[in-house]
């Protein structure tokens, strides 16, 4: 139980980290006072959306559900990976995007660790009210 507490806690914290990344650059392009709205192309708005957008949610419903958000977020990344591919004809290069959603893996391995850990007979732990 302790290494899937480990690696939710550690997703926990690194995902608050990932949003506040992101919040960061939302928050400093606001300030910048820049009026220069220039409307989305088709291509940047399915970027967006697989990321951040696609992460992140992964990410928020890995708070409750771990195993989905984990499958969310690295589904997300992934087909973030496979449009730029296909869009610009090579593989995005370094860590950067793979850093920012390694909390999706982390929600991942927690939930499924935690699954492994409960009792095989399908009853589930209670939890102790005091």
């Known amino acids: 139980m302790r290494l899937a507490l480990f690696f939710r ?18 928050i400093g392009d606001a ?13 940047d708005a399915v970027g967006v959306a ?14 409750w559900r771990e195993v989905a958000g984990g499958i969310l977020g690295l589904c997300s990344l992934a087909a973030f990976y496979l449009f730029l591919t296909i869009v610009s004809g090579r593989v995005p290069g370094g860590p950067y995007f793979a850093l920012f959603a390694a909390p999706a893996a982390l929600f991942l391995i927690a939930g499924l660790l935690a699954r492994s850990e409960r009792p095989s007979d ?7 009210t005091s």
């Open 31 to 43: 300030l910048s006072g820049s009026d220069q709205s220039v409307p989305l192309s088709w291509t």
């Open 50 to 63: 697989l990321f951040p957008t696609g992460v992140l949610a992964g990410m928020a419903l890995g708070w």
């Open 122 to 128: 399908g009853t589930r732990k209670r939890r102790s």
């Open 9 to 26: 806690w550690t997703a926990r914290v690194w995902s608050l980290l990932s949003l506040a990344f992101v919040l960061a650059f939302l």
